[in-house]
């Protein structure tokens, strides 16, 4: 999930804004800064005097439920053919406030843990326990979106 950003900052060239990280974020007098690098290499930070005069919005969070929702895939077979999708709806649910979403996220990215380590080794039986984990852990989260969410696509 993207959130617009919105830079009303005079002064401020794009390549300066293209050319700053994560790590140039940061926080003075309770209001949020950008560092930026200006021309010649310059270190500055760009003031917006309407923000500067009114309170720092919060941040937006990451609303983990819905992600984990729409992350997981809906059939399936696409639950075990795409591993990545399925760890990441895990990863999702398990960064969850809920109670009960997180357990079921921490239960599949197991589940996905154990499958990843049955294929690197080469055992076949392991896998097939694994995707039956897979499948249940999948499922009990997909019930936990539905009862946030109602029936899906979520």
């Not at 075990?80 to 969850?96: I, P, Q, V």
């Not at 995707?131 to 696509?153: F, H, M, R, W």
Request: hydrophobic share 40%; charged share 25%.
């Amino acid at each position: 999930m993207q959130h617009p950003v919105d830079l009303p900052v005079p002064g401020l060239r794009i390549f300066e804004a293209c050319g700053s990280n994560i790590a140039d974020l940061g926080e003075e007098h309770g209001h949020r800064v950008l560092r930026v690098r200006g021309k010649g290499g310059k270190a500055s930070e760009p003031t917006n005097t309407a923000a500067a005069s009114t309170a720092s919005a919060p941040l937006p969070t990451q609303d983990w439920n819905r992600l984990a929702c729409h992350t997981l895939p809906t059939d399936m077979l696409e639950i075990l053919d795409n591993l990545a999708d399925t760890r990441k709806a895990a990863e999702h649910a398990l960064k969850s406030a809920d109670r009960i979403m997180s357990a079921h996220g921490r239960d599949l990215r197991d589940a996905v843990n154990a499958r990843e380590t049955a294929d690197l080794n080469g055992e076949q039986s392991t896998a097939v326990e694994a995707n039956l984990e897979i499948s249940k852990a999948a499922l009990k989260v997909a019930e936990a979106c539905a009862t946030l969410y109602g029936d899906g696509p979520w």
